[in-house]
């Protein structure tokens, strides 16, 4: 067993349900909602993607983060691995081969069915027919000696540019040529672009992975694993109320309660309380809590605190812009411009509305910073 492998907290029930339900043949694809850091990119690579081999299935993960503006680039570069040349002269074939100037006989770019041969003069269109190209061969070479999970990690990024709906309508043809060879499992974590990419009806997605799930966060288990592995890395106790209390600080993120038990065994004289707040400025200061409070407007560092302290408060009650515009000191305040400073929090990505109708924070790290630390404007 890896070292790294000790401190895994596995999850095979969930790996298990996500792929009875794509085994089931009513989905080819999933959603899944999750804020960042919950744990999800590891159990995809660590929990989904050997479970899904022991299943016969080739597993691509693909990590559309870092390429947000071009994702068509992870893609085909995850896709490209299973099928790397393994010859010399296969490398200096794949080296020496020309790049796409115009397409011949039929093909199918982003949905479209076009014959004939195509001058594409303009670069976008050419690197948009490169691309949808390249995914359908690579996607149809690969499901057509097995079975194939395509893991895309990050998906919201297909909304952020012209060329990520194009990749997006590649994907959804795909899906519909090879439905009973490729399954997808889309991830994101931001739930309102998760929403332009699958559930707005003009997305070129719209419908094909619905619907949206909820990532399930770890529990009490996870507290409880590192707690044991703690004691026998160590021989000393991890209090588990308190890792409980601190991993409910964290909003369940595993990563901060692991850290916070590095530093107890490298620092055996450090209070566990000590540990917790270290984290807390650690996760304050790495996601720039303070810069995102310093560009909002006094209106919406009003709003922000409100959804802090009560989520499912009505910010168009006349008892509340009442108190807005004594707190603001402002001689007039409407509903029109309270609903324009939610829309630009939203545009932030910083609050939503949820379908639950309660406001949400895109960031929950950002919510308790809010709570916990924020000073009065």
């Known amino acids: 067993m890896k070292l790294t492998e000790l401190w895994h907290f596995p999850r095979p029930e969930l790996a298990q349900a996500y792929l009875t339900a794509l085994n089931s043949g009513i989905l080819t694809s999933l959603t899944i909602f999750a804020p960042r850091r919950t744990g999800k990119t590891v159990f995809l690579r660590e929990d989904l993607t050997p479970a899904a081999q022991q299943m016969g299935y080739v597993v691509v993960y693909a990590d559309l983060w870092q390429t947000r503006q071009t994702p068509g680039a992870a893609l085909v570069h995850a896709l490209q691995s299973p099928h790397e040349p393994d010859t010399l002269a296969r490398k200096l074939k794949a080296r020496l081969l020309p790049s796409l100037k115009s397409l011949k006989g039929k093909a199918e770019i982003a949905g479209t069915s076009i014959e004939g041969a195509i001058e594409l003069n303009d670069d976008k269109k050419l690197a948009a027919a490169n691309t949808a190209l390249q995914l359908d061969e690579l996607l149809g070479g690969l499901a057509r000696r097995r079975p194939v999970l395509l893991l895309v990690d990050e998906a919201q990024s297909l909304g952020r540019s012209e060329e990520g709906e194009d990749v997006a309508r590649a994907l959804r043809t795909a899906l519909t040529r090879y439905k009973d060879r490729l399954r997808v499992v889309f991830t994101g974590s931001s739930r ?159 609050v939503l509305k949820s379908p639950r109708d309660v406001y949400e924070f895109e960031n929950e790290n950002f919510g308790i910073w809010v709570r916990n630390m924020a000073e009065t404007p």
């Open 192 to 350: 309102t672009q998760l929403g332009h990419v699958f559930t707005d009806t003009r997305a070129p997605l719209y419908s094909a992975a619905n619907p949206l799930q909820d990532f399930p966060l770890l529990d009490d288990a996870f507290v409880k694993f590192v707690a044991t592995r703690f004691a026998a890395a160590t021989s000393r106790k991890l209090s588990v109320p308190k890792a409980k209390a601190a991993f409910a600080q964290f909003h369940r993120r595993p990563e901060p309660l692991l850290e916070v038990a590095i530093t107890l065994m490298m620092q055996p004289r450090m209070s566990f309380e000590d540990a917790v707040a270290f984290q807390l400025d650690k996760l304050a200061g790495a996601e720039g809590h303070e810069t995102t409070w310093d560009s909002l407007s006094a209106l919406e560092r009003l709003l922000v605190r409100e959804i802090a302290g009560n989520p499912a408060f009505r910010p168009f009650s006349r008892d509340k812009l009442a108190a807005f515009k004594e707190q603001l000191g402002v001689a007039a305040l409407g509903a029109t411009q309270v609903q324009r400073a939610l829309s630009r929090l939203a545009g932030k990505n910083i």
